[in-house]
């Protein structure tokens, strides 16, 4: 074996200890080299061992979701477009707090690693956002595509959880529908309350931000109590509920925001 070879297998080695179930793919690329890909994946030593004494130079890959990680796809289009923007809001709302690594890829772009789930992939094609958890794969360090390789950024030993429909809903809230909004101004508050109720830690005060928002919005304010209350019951202290409400109804309530908000990601379904 080569050094780099020793690199591969032992990097796939080390994710499987971490519990992250891996695959090979073809050298260089993001092709797998089993033949049902990411359901091959596997956690156990011996059958890792057995892949990589067959293809030494065999790139990794992890599979996405619970019990592996869930990973945003943060994609480098050159003149096509970045993600970069969306990744920087993303950051400025504090739903990237939880990232437990970053890692930079061939094309220049990033993938940023938070705790698995069972929520389905995603994506975000006029962000430039995918979002990699159930049914889906990453290349992972030290694997390299085109002499490229992907190379660790940041790690942490904190590991929270990506809320995609937070997400969409801040991006793009003709994909997230969490509470089924119409523009006829209706919203079902037994919704929106469950919908908050469920947010995990890292992601609770935007998501409560964006149903407070949309709460006053559709002139519905009664409904703020509701969501008060769901916040509650995910942990979130009190002053943090009253400061994040107090804020969405500033926000919600400004013509210049409002406008900012319609220009940008607020479009009809």
Known sequence: MTAESDRMINGALGYARRGWPVFPCQPGTKEPATRHGFRDASTDCDQISHWWSRQPDANVAIATGLPGPDVLDVDQHGRAGTGFPAYNRLRSAGLLDGVSAVVATPSGGLHAYFAGSGQASGRLPRHHLDFRSAGGYVLAPPSQVDSK?????????????????????????????????????????????????????????????????????????????????????????????????????????????????????????
């Open 149 to 269: 390789p992907y190379r660790f950024l940041q790690c942490s030993q904190t590991s929270v959880g990506l809320d995609w429909s937070v997400v969409t809903g801040l991006l793009d809230p003709r994909q997230d529908r969490p509470c089924r909004y119409q523009r006829a101004r209706t919203a079902d508050a037994s919704r929106l309350a469950a919908w908050v109720e469920r947010l995990q830690e890292g992601n609770r005060n935007s998501g409560l931000y964006w149903a407070a928002c949309r709460a006053v919005e559709t002139g519905q304010a009664s409904l703020l109590d509701d969501l008060a209350a769901a916040a509650a019951k995910t942990g979130l202290p009190d002053r943090e509920i009253a400061r994040t409400i107090a804020s969405a109804r500033r926000s919600a309530r400004s013509p210049s925001l409002r406008r900012a908000r319609r220009e940008t990601s607020m479009r009809p379904p």
